[in-house]
């Protein structure tokens, strides 16, 4: 949409974003954003609003006209936990088959809250993305739905089946009762689960301690969850309580493998060593693990797969198709020496 002659006060010192028209034009910057991308379910009346807020502030967008009827063959892609080493897992898997498909991956990750990466996602919009992929989002279900209504959107990481959008994810579940089994087959009866604490519903840490629970109660055992964070501290001070209790556990099995490669070394630092002061279990699957001087029994969650799975599911909606589809990639125990 050319923008017309400015015929009212527009924002003095700066050029006029979508956040102003929105507020002319007494709408979300959602619907700013439909407008503008000519997208459907506009109503004349809307329509009519925000483009005479559009002609008063004399706003133009960033990219050209062309450009937003054809499409910009971009996917965006944000995700949090940039210092995770499962994240740029995923994110090959993403970039590769955007390649396949004749698409470039736009990358932002956010080391902060749901709020900064929901102000990211919405700056890829703006920047004319076709379409939206969200690694383990944080932020609410109604700014989702936002989301979707403005820009195709896939959660990767995110369990959820909600009409408006695709979802990605590893069963979780599954995957802590499948390391649970494999501990109490070698003899164990004090496992230990360490965790983190749930960010927003449908995140995997809440699966997998779920998962952990019903298999210790299918064994008959007690549950034993430690929350703390997933990183190399966390995984340093896991080490510290466990081993200082009167009865510490014999296995513990860390959420994230960030987690438990941190276990390890400090088990290494204090003279211990796993599995004999300690069995050690991690989730995710990252290279690391595999490695000889490490061995660590792990949840492959199938990274790769999960991420071009999501980017095929953008490029499928993209094309046309309307109903949503959520998929649960089966993951697989990795035993090694650790355990």
């Given at each position: 949409m050319a923008a017309a002659r400015t015929t009212g006060p527009r924002p003095a010192g700066r050029r006029p974003t979508i956040v102003d028209v929105a507020r002319r034009a007494a709408v979300s910057p959602a619907a700013v954003s439909k407008v503008l991308r000519n997208a459907y379910g506009v109503s004349p009346s809307m329509r009519e609003r925000v483009e005479t807020a559009v002609s008063e502030l004399g706003y133009r967008p960033m990219v050209s006209a062309q450009s937003m009827r054809t499409g910009t063959r971009t996917l965006g892609v944000s995700s949090l936990d940039p210092r995770n080493p499962f994240i740029p897992m995923l994110l090959d898997g993403v970039a590769r088959e955007a390649r396949r498909s004749a698409f470039s991956a736009l990358i932002t990750l956010t080391d902060a809250d749901g709020a900064t990466q929901l102000e990211a996602a919405r700056s890829m919009v703006d920047r004319q993305v076709d379409g939206l992929i969200l690694i383990t989002p944080t932020m609410s279900e109604d700014d989702l739905v936002q989301l979707a209504a403005e820009v195709p959107l896939v959660l990767l990481g995110r369990h959820g089946a909600h009409p408006a959008f695709d979802s990605v994810a590893s069963d979780d579940a599954l995957g802590?009762?499948?390391?649970?089994?494999?501990?109490?087959?070698?003899?164990?009866?004090?496992?230990?689960?360490?965790?983190?604490?749930?960010?927003?519903?449908?995140?995997?840490?809440?699966?997998?301690?779920?998962?952990?629970?019903?298999?210790?109660?299918?064994?008959?055992?007690?549950?034993?969850?430690?929350?703390?964070?997933?990183?190399?501290?966390?995984?340093?001070?896991?080490?510290?309580?466990?081993?200082?209790?009167?009865?510490?556990?014999?296995?513990?099995?860390?959420?994230?493998?960030?987690?438990?490669?941190?276990?390890l070394d400090r088990l290494l630092e204090r003279g211990g060593r796993a599995p004999d002061d300690l069995a050690v279990a991690g989730c995710d699957g990252v290279p690391a693990a595999a490695l000889r001087a490490v061995s660590l029994t792990t949840v492959d969650q199938q990274a790769a797969e999960m991420g071009g799975l999501a980017a095929r599911l953008l490029v499928e909606r993209l094309a046309g198709r309307a109903e949503p589809r959520h998929v649960l990639v089966p993951p697989q125990l990795v035993v090694r020496a650790t355990t």
């Open positions: 802590a009762a499948l390391t649970v089994d494999h501990l109490v087959s070698r003899g164990h009866r004090r496992i230990a689960f360490h965790t983190q604490p749930t960010r927003s519903g449908g995140l995997p840490e809440e699966f997998r301690e779920a998962g952990y629970r019903e298999a210790v109660r299918r064994h008959g055992l007690q549950a034993d969850v430690v929350v703390g964070e997933w990183s190399a501290e966390g995984g340093r001070r896991l080490v510290d309580e466990l081993l200082g209790r009167p009865t510490p556990p014999t296995a513990v099995h860390a959420g994230a493998d960030m987690v438990a490669l941190a276990v």
